[in-house]
């Protein structure tokens, strides 16, 4: 069965400093896709990145990248020089290939910026 | 502007009360699902819809129905609502599986 595990509940990191949120993930389907979604305190879901199982090359987009080791079944999300706005609960999310639509989340991490 | 809309935005009911949550989509987008959001729990998918007409079971389906029967609109309803189906709702739209998922605004409900 699909599983998503986010160990760190919250975090504290120093403005500036780069961040690595924890996703681990177990499937036996070859065909999966992960995903990383951000919830601010406003409660709206924002996409942030993307990374196929398929994919030879970490995903990026600007200051996010996905550090992707799929030996150990990691999707860690890295977030670049923090700044204040990344202050909100982060959600890890998995899709698989085969015929179903099953997508899992995680639990979340809350990631608190300080000043 | 590409959207997805939910309505209503907050409802407070009583047990039992039928209610439909409505949900619509202007991408044009064959797959579409609902999610509850509990606190600790993160979110979990109720059902999900890979084209009219095709609905199936997510996660956590019990006391709730769905329906597709047009590509832009997947409403869900609770029959008999239960006070353990307090939650934050949300529906979520996307072209295909491995792109990301648009959400709706989500939809708050209480159930005294």
């Known amino acids: 069965a699909q599983k998503i595990t986010q160990t760190q509940p919250g975090m504290f990191v120093q403005e500036k400093e780069a961040v690595t949120l924890d996703c681990t993930y177990d499937?036996?389907?070859?065909?999966?896709?992960l995903f990383w979604y951000k919830q601010p305190s406003s409660g709206e879901m924002i996409f942030l990145i993307y990374?196929?199982?398929?994919?030879?090359q970490n995903a990026t987009e600007g200051r996010y990248s996905l550090n992707f080791q799929k030996a150990r079944k990691s999707a860690n999300l890295v977030i670049s020089a923090s700044q204040l706005g990344d202050s909100a609960m982060y959600f890890c999310?998995?899709?698989?290939?085969?015929?179903?639509?099953?997508?899992?989340f995680g639990k979340g991490t809350r990631l608190h910026i300080l000043p | 502007e590409a959207q997805v809309t939910q309505n209503p935005r907050y409802l407070i009911t009583v047990t039992g009360k039928k209610l439909t949550v409505t949900c619509s989509q202007n991408?044009?987008?064959?797959?579409m699902s609902w999610y509850r959001q509990d606190p600790g729990l993160g979110l979990r998918q109720i059902y999900y819809?890979?084209?009219?007409?095709?609905?199936d079971k997510g996660d956590v389906p019990e006391g709730y129905k769905v329906s597709r029967k047009e590509k832009r609109n997947f409403p869900l309803i609770l029959e008999s609502p239960s006070p353990n189906q307090t939650s934050l709702y949300f529906c979520?739209?996307?072209?295909?599986?491995?792109?990301?998922?648009?959400f709706g605004p989500g939809t708050r409900l209480t159930v005294t």
């Open positions: 979520a739209s996307s072209s295909g599986r491995f792109v990301e998922q648009y």
């Open positions: 499937t036996s389907d070859p065909s999966y896709g």
């Open positions: 990374q196929g199982s398929y994919d030879q």
């Open positions: 999310a998995m899709r698989e290939g085969n015929r179903d639509d099953k997508i899992i």
């Open positions: 991408m044009n987008h064959e797959y």
């Open positions: 819809s890979m084209n009219v007409e095709v609905t």
